[in-house]
């Protein structure tokens, strides 16, 4: 077996898990579905109506969902530990799920529409990055260093705001409303909203795409990136973006959804290697996969829903935790 089918192996292992898991999650549900019914729904809608809609309306666009988010998220931190040259670096370190936790959290307070809600979640990330760059721009001094720096100063400042809402929200419909948002869920999924992300969603994967082999050169060092003739501050920059595109898209639709940015990556680099050619796209895969196990979890283990990030919590804590002992992390 050559090299190249080697790397091709997991790829093809990855899509075939990632379409059992869909199909699995159709069926699953206070109804369980089998899977000649949902071939039969499929194939003719009008059968049985019930079924149809409870596949084709609810179920469906809440799988594509999981896919899309978790391989935005998965996809961006693999980015952003490249861009950063720090293994411990997610989606958020540039304050992108604060500031859409605050642009979440005013629409809730101002009682607007879900719409409304998604969109100043998304406006409110853009706005977080947009100040950390500022920021980092206004100190005299070159190096990913003060970005990161310049995203924790945000960040907290985006903590103390949402803080703020939460003190100032009502404690019986307004507040259990923001808490909910700021541990995600995927409950509210449907196709329109999907649509709406999908154009920046797009724009950063392709982005990230189109560039991926210069993040293995940058997370070498701005010494080696210069010596293979890459501008290192505006790629930078535009690879900055598209993570931030990605991010603020998924959290938009999906609220704040910890673990994956910061552990899928390493798991997709132990299995085919530290070359982003191949790290980024396998780790979309593997984003999508964990959240569309993890998102089926969490609305069959009860009753009720179990909010996300606390599903993905106890799974991501752990295997980030046996990465570390593998010592698959370099520190």
């Not at 790397?7 to 990855?14: A, M, T």
């Not at 304050?95 to 100043?120: C, D, E, H, K, R």
């Not at 050169?217 to 501050?233: M, Y």
Request: aromatic share 8%.
């Amino acid at each position: 077996m050559t090299s190249k089918q080697r790397l091709n192996c997991p790829f093809l292992v990855g899509l075939i898990i990632l379409a059992i898991l869909a199909v699995i999650a159709l069926a699953s549900g206070r109804i369980m579905i089998s899977p000649v019914e949902i071939l039969t729904a499929f194939l003719h809608p009008g059968d049985d109506p019930a079924i149809s809609n409870i596949l084709i309306t609810i179920r469906l666009p809440r799988i594509l969902g999981a896919i899309i988010i978790g391989a935005a998220l998965a996809a961006s931190g693999c980015a952003f530990q490249s861009i950063f040259h720090n293994p411990l670096v997610s989606p958020d370190i540039l304050g992108v799920s604060y500031g859409a936790a605050v642009g979440a959290a005013f629409a809730i307070l101002a009682s607007f529409s879900i719409w409304a809600t998604q969109f100043f979640a998304f406006t409110g990330g853009v706005i977080a990055v947009l100040l950390t760059i500022a920021i980092a721009s206004f100190i005299k001094q070159r190096g990913t260093l003060i970005l990161v720096l310049a995203g924790i100063v945000v960040s907290g400042f985006m903590q103390a705001g949402i803080g703020l809402l939460k003190y100032i929200a009502d404690p019986d419909s307004q507040l259990p409303s923001i808490v909910y948002w700021q541990l995600g869920s995927l409950a509210k999924i449907d196709f329109t909203s999907l649509l709406a992300v999908m154009p920046m969603l797009i724009s950063g994967a392709v982005i990230l795409t189109l560039l991926r082999w210069h993040l293995t050169i940058l997370s070498l060092g701005d010494q080696v990136a210069n010596t293979e003739g890459i501008n290192v501050k505006q790629e930078r920059l535009l690879l900055v973006l598209a993570g931030t595109l990605l991010t603020a898209g998924a959290v938009c639709i999906s609220g704040n959804i910890g673990w994956i940015g910061l552990v899928i990556p390493h798991i997709a680099r132990s299995i085919v290697g530290d070359d982003n050619r191949y790290a980024l796209p396998f780790s979309a895969i593997c984003g999508a996969i964990f959240l569309l196990f993890v998102d089926t979890l969490a609305r069959t283990l009860s009753a009720g829903e179990i909010p996300l990030s606390i599903l993905t919590g106890f799974i991501g804590a752990p295997l980030f935790v046996y990465i570390l002992l593998k010592k698959q992390v370099r520190l």
